[in-house]
């Protein structure tokens, strides 16, 4: 029942927890109850109250002989007990909506016991209080009666109907079909292996791919599963942190397994999610490159030269992102119908956060290599790393359309665009998302402004103004740098000009 392997120090104790789930039963799982209770005026208003007093206490005897009250007090005992054992060892923090969303839904089995709870008492008071001799009361109730599950249907179908929900199939292929043949993918993340192992175990895609999930690694008994995996070297009994005990009595760290399986994968590693523990010898000697949903991993000594230019990384890790569109774009999960409680809402996350982790590699190897001698044509990286990055403040506003990084990094493209001596033509850049903006600004088809150059002037002033203007900005890297720098060109201009 503890299922966080975080600090879980400030994590909500038993009574907070029981709170949340009876919060959350009287205002999602069973809000039509509360809306029976509503209309018990009406029934009272409608029935005979001395007889429908009458027919209660037959109730209760029948309930008392046929031994139900008794059932309904171990259904009650059941109830209690299963609040105050699980709500006192679970651990995940409510705090997070997602770890929210996976606590609620252990919840379905005291909500079983409450139904059982709300269902009888309804009934009894409906058959005791059914009006005698009185068609139109009887008629008048009985459609209040009926309009409830018409309501709940209401209430609910929308949020329910996964009739065209395949968006971890989506997410799957967008992650395994632009690997190269015979690749070795380690995963971290829960949504991301078993989604991946479906289509590999069920329906037989890409089962070329060696697929292994890093944190069933860290377990003793791996062991016992280093045969099934026939191309993979283990350079010991399980995945352990370095220098530890586990490690001395035949572990293997990170680093260790990655070195064991370049001569037979080569550059073909990839990695989705963390390293279950932090190594040194890891960064040291390798370097990770984003690769569409996952990251590729590189030895630092021997950099492919295929992806050291921005031109040529650009081109290279265009061809999993068009995947990606093509699967993803034009179906990303709705925020409204899944929310950051649902695991669908961590592809829509992960859709953006690899956008934006593409965007700023590749902006960094234009700017490294912009205005060295051997540099030639970085402009179309700068101004597709600033396109992407775009994108992902609009698509995704709540994340990224304050982030002062994101407002830093779009001032630099745009500062560099307006440095660039290599076109006087705006390069076009492919809109592998069909993205279709007011102005579409990437396009020179479609660019209202005459002067790109001076319209990246005025994109540059207004990003870095709204950067130094954030109270976070003072601790990213290069504040001061890029402070200096907005102030001097904005002193530098005419008095009056805009």
Same mark, same amino acid.
């Given at each position: 029942?503890r299922?966080?392997?975080?600090?879980?120090?400030?994590?909500?104790?038993?009574?907070?927890?029981?709170?949340? =789930?009876?919060?959350?039963f009287?205002?999602?799982?069973?809000?039509?109850?509360?809306l029976?209770?509503?209309?018990s005026?009406?029934?009272?208003?409608?029935?005979?109250i001395e007889e429908?007093e009458?027919?209660?206490?037959d109730i209760?005897k029948d309930?008392?002989?046929?031994?139900t009250?008794?059932t309904?007090k171990l259904?009650?005992?059941?109830?209690?007990?299963?609040?105050?054992?699980?709500?006192?060892?679970?651990?995940?923090?409510?705090?997070?909506p997602?770890?929210?969303g996976i606590?609620?839904?252990?919840?379905?089995h005291p909500?079983?016991?409450?139904?059982?709870?709300?269902?009888p008492?309804?009934?009894?008071?409906?058959?005791?209080?059914?009006?005698?001799?009185s068609?139109?009361k009887l008629?008048?109730?009985?459609v209040?009666?009926?309009?409830?599950?018409?309501?709940?249907?209401?209430?609910?179908?929308?949020?329910?109907d996964?009739?065209?929900?395949?968006?971890?199939r989506?997410y %799957?292929?967008?992650?395994l079909?632009p690997?190269p043949?015979?690749?070795?993918?380690?995963?971290?993340?829960?949504?991301?292996w078993?989604?991946?192992?479906?289509?590999?175990?069920?329906?037989?895609?890409?089962?070329?791919?060696?697929?292994?999930?890093?944190?069933?690694?860290t377990f003793?008994? =791996?062991?016992?599963?280093?045969d099934?995996?026939?191309h993979?070297?283990f350079?010991?009994?399980?995945?352990?942190?370095?220098n530890?005990?586990?490690w001395?009595?035949g572990?293997?760290?990170?680093?260790?397994l990655?070195? %064991?399986n370049?001569?037979?994968?080569?550059?073909?590693?990839?990695?989705?999610?963390?390293l279950n523990?932090?190594?040194?010898?890891?960064?040291?000697?390798?370097?990770?490159?984003?690769?569409g949903l996952v990251?590729?991993?590189?030895?630092q000594?021997?950099?492919?030269?295929?992806?050291?230019? %921005?031109e040529?990384?650009?081109?290279?890790?265009?061809q999993?992102?068009?995947?990606?569109a093509?699967?993803?774009? %034009?179906d990303?999960?709705?925020e409204?119908?899944y929310?950051?409680?649902?695991?669908e809402?961590?592809?829509?996350?992960?859709?953006?956060?690899?956008?934006v982790?593409r965007?700023t590699?590749?902006?960094?190897?234009?700017?490294?290599?912009?205005?060295?001698v051997?540099?030639?044509?970085?402009?179309?990286s700068?101004?597709e790393?600033?396109? =992407?990055?775009?994108?992902?403040?609009?698509?995704?506003k709540?994340?990224?359309?304050?982030?002062?990084?994101?407002?830093?990094?779009?001032?630099?493209?745009?500062?560099?665009?307006?440095?660039?001596?290599?076109?006087?033509?705006?390069p076009?850049?492919d809109?592998i998302?069909?993205y279709?903006?007011?102005?579409?600004?990437?396009?020179?088809?479609?660019?209202?402004?005459?002067d790109?150059?001076?319209?990246?002037?005025?994109?540059?002033?207004?990003e870095?103004?709204?950067?130094?203007?954030?109270?976070s900005?003072?601790s990213?890297p290069?504040y001061?740098?890029i402070?200096?720098?907005?102030?001097?060109?904005?002193?530098?201009l005419?008095a009056?000009?805009?």
């Open positions: 029942m299922l966080f392997s975080g600090d879980d120090s400030t994590s909500e104790g038993m009574l907070a927890r029981t709170w949340w =789930w009876l919060y959350d009287v205002t999602t799982q069973c809000p039509l109850g509360i029976f209770l509503f209309f005026p009406f029934i009272c208003y409608v029935s005979d429908c009458k027919r209660m206490e209760k309930l008392q002989t046929s031994g009250l008794s309904l259904v009650n005992a059941f109830l209690i007990f299963y609040l105050v054992v699980f709500h006192s060892l679970s651990n995940l923090p409510l705090s997070n997602l770890l929210f606590h609620q839904r252990f919840w379905m909500n079983i016991l409450m139904f059982i709870w709300v269902g008492p309804m009934y009894y008071v409906i058959i005791s209080c059914i009006p005698r001799g068609s139109k008629l008048a109730l009985s209040v009666l009926l309009l409830l599950p018409f309501a709940t249907y209401h209430h609910n179908y929308t949020a329910m996964q009739s065209n929900n395949y968006y971890f989506k %799957a292929l967008s992650i079909e690997l043949s015979n690749s070795l993918l380690l995963i971290n993340y829960d949504q991301q078993t989604s991946i192992r479906y289509l590999q175990e069920c329906e037989g895609v890409r089962t070329d791919i060696t697929s292994i999930n890093l944190s069933m690694m003793g008994w =791996w062991q016992s599963k280093h099934l995996y026939e993979v070297s350079p010991g009994s399980h995945y352990s942190r370095g530890t005990l586990p001395q009595n572990g293997f760290t990170f680093s260790e990655i070195d %064991a370049t001569e037979h994968f080569g550059s073909d590693i990839f990695i989705g999610g963390r523990f932090d190594d040194q010898e890891y960064h040291a000697s390798y370097h990770e490159i984003p690769f990251r590729q991993i590189r030895s000594e021997h950099i492919d030269i295929s992806v050291e230019t %921005a040529s990384y650009r081109t290279f890790s265009l999993p992102w068009t995947t990606i093509n699967h993803l774009s %034009a990303l999960p709705c409204k119908k929310p950051q409680t649902e695991w809402w961590t592809i829509r996350r992960e859709f953006f956060d690899h956008m982790s965007s590699h590749l902006l960094n190897l234009a700017l490294n290599e912009n205005g060295s051997s540099s030639t044509n970085v402009l179309p700068i101004v790393s600033a396109l =992407w990055l775009v994108i992902a403040t609009s698509w995704d709540d994340t990224y359309a304050e982030q002062s990084s994101m407002k830093k990094n779009l001032g630099l493209a745009y500062m560099n665009m307006v440095r660039s001596k290599e076109s006087t033509n705006f076009i850049v809109d998302f069909d279709n903006n007011e102005t579409n600004w990437w396009s020179s088809e479609s660019n209202e402004y005459n790109w150059k001076e319209w990246a002037s005025t994109r540059w002033r207004y870095w103004e709204a950067f130094l203007g954030l109270e900005s003072k990213e290069g001061l740098q402070k200096q720098i907005y102030d001097s060109v904005m002193g530098s005419p009056g000009s805009c």
